[in-house]
């Protein structure tokens, strides 16, 4: 029945009630983490809604990610968006400090960052009233259902980008179907990561010509930033010593890096491991991983050097990976190894390394498939699969090099990915001002 999906359903009513009960409380809870990040007051206030910073003249196109990894994946889009659509300007929203300090070290050109409102009636009024964007896209699984529709209501046309959906999320909308209609109609566009997701927003309820497969927007994100004065110091610390990386590395996981270490420093004494933990704060955890595996180690937070005597530089710090990954072609990237998903492996890639990974990279499934098909990654199960195949790449430079240029064909080949997506947005969202084929 047209307009059948127009009506708010009673869970989405007791949803509104239930956060406008809730706000105090979440504005406290929310506010005790900015302040622990030292974030300004008036940033603070971003998210009731007040904003920080002037709307720009003309045509806004707002993007809405969750965090770190979904925020920096956007820089790349806007980036091209910014080439094609000359006079548009851009907004980012995204909810923690760590990734507003990673943006504005990347912000493209016409780009403002703000923290995103409460999904409360007050914040989300304010926030449309001051940016009253021409377009919104939400990132991966960021489904704030106010924001959403009083957006919508506003004929504000929306995307979902880079839709991701977990198969808890997918049970709990089967059970709410009409709710999850009623959202997901206030959507003109999803590009998901993979066809797995495609079909499950059709069978909770999104409109069929609405959901097109995509690929995974992370992996067409721009090389990570190298310091070139701090890749320089590096390189002279290691000097000609042998080197490998194990990067976003998790709890449960430094163990079995640490044991692949220690097995292969007896064939290399000088072999030296960069390790770069996912979550820096860890740091007091891995130093007494490394104490109680009979090793010796500089931390960065430190600002400790690398000596004759360090088997392993601890990289516990933020917005240096780029500068690591340039230092070795040999990157074990974590997450992996347990069951958390896994990490972008064309960051490394793009970097010119070749690639090691766990089983557990299902949040990079279609990433990694043709990666390990052609050689630019391979799959380990545990320590000894880990020393191997570094011990190989590190003995024979030919097999090392060889995995190398499969990585960046592998990247290589997303340049008319992220084109298509480019296009796809445009023409879905209306955001061409002109013929696409004559802009510059």
């Known amino acids: 029945m047209p307009g059948a999906n127009d009506r708010p359903t009673l869970l989405y009513r007791l949803y509104c009630g239930f956060t406008a009960m809730a706000q105090p409380l979440a504005w406290l809870t929310v506010l005790k983490k900015l302040r622990a990040a030292d974030v300004p007051e008036n ?48 907004l980012i929203t995204s909810g923690t400090p760590t990734s507003a300090a990673l943006i504005a070290k990347r912000l493209p050109p016409r780009t403002r960052h703000q923290y995103p ?43 979902l980008l880079n839709a991701r959906l977990s198969e808890k999320s997918v049970k709990g909308w089967k059970k709410r179907p009409d709710t999850a209609r009623f959202i997901l109609s206030r959507f003109s566009l999803f590009l998901t990561q993979n066809d797995k997701t495609a079909t499950n927003l059709v069978n909770i309820g999104a409109a069929p010509d609405r959901v097109l497969p995509g690929t995974n927007l992370k992996a067409m994100s721009d090389p990570l930033p190298v310091d070139q004065a701090t890749l ?44 770069i933990p996912r979550h820096p704060e860890r740091r007091g955890d891995i130093a007494t991983l490394i104490n109680d595996a009979g090793m010796t180690a500089s931390f960065r937070s430190n600002n400790e050097t690398i000596g004759e005597n360090t088997q392993i530089y601890v990289a516990d710090t933020l917005g240096e990976t780029g500068t690591w990954y340039a230092l070795c072609p040999i990157v074990f990237l974590g997450g992996s190894l347990k069951e958390i998903g896994g990490h972008n492996p064309f960051e490394p890639a793009q970097a010119g390394a070749a690639v090691i990974t766990g089983p557990g990279y299902f949040n990079f499934g279609e990433t990694f498939s043709p990666l390990i098909a052609t050689g630019g990654a391979v799959e380990v199960q545990n320590s000894t699969d880990l020393s191997k195949i570094v011990a190989h790449w590190l003995s024979d430079q030919n097999a090392l090099q060889v995995a190398q240029e499969a990585a960046q064909s592998c990247v290589n080949t997303q340049s008319d990915a992220l084109e298509s997506v480019i296009n796809t947005l445009c023409s879905e969202l209306n955001l061409y001002t002109q013929d696409p084929s004559s802009s510059g």
């Open 43 to 90: 940033r603070q206030r971003e998210r009731l809604g007040y904003a920080s910073l002037p709307r720009p003249s003309g045509r806004l196109i707002w993007f809405h990610a969750a965090s770190v990894g979904e925020s920096l994946s956007v820089l790349s889009l806007i980036n091209r968006l910014a080439e094609s659509l000359p006079d548009a300007a851009f």
């Open 232 to 275: 320089q110091d590096i390189q002279a610390q290691i000097a000609n010593r042998p080197v490998w990386i194990a990067s976003s590395t998790h709890e449960g996981e430094e163990e079995i890096v640490l044991a692949a270490h220690k097995t292969l420093l007896e064939r290399w004494p000088d072999l030296l491991l960069l390790l």
């Open 117 to 159: 409102p409460l999904d409360t009636a007050g914040p989300v009024k304010r926030f449309l009233d001051h940016w009253s964007p021409d377009a919104g896209v939400f990132v991966e699984s960021e489904i704030w259902p106010r924001l959403i529709v009083e957006s919508h209501q506003r004929n504000i046309p929306l995307a």
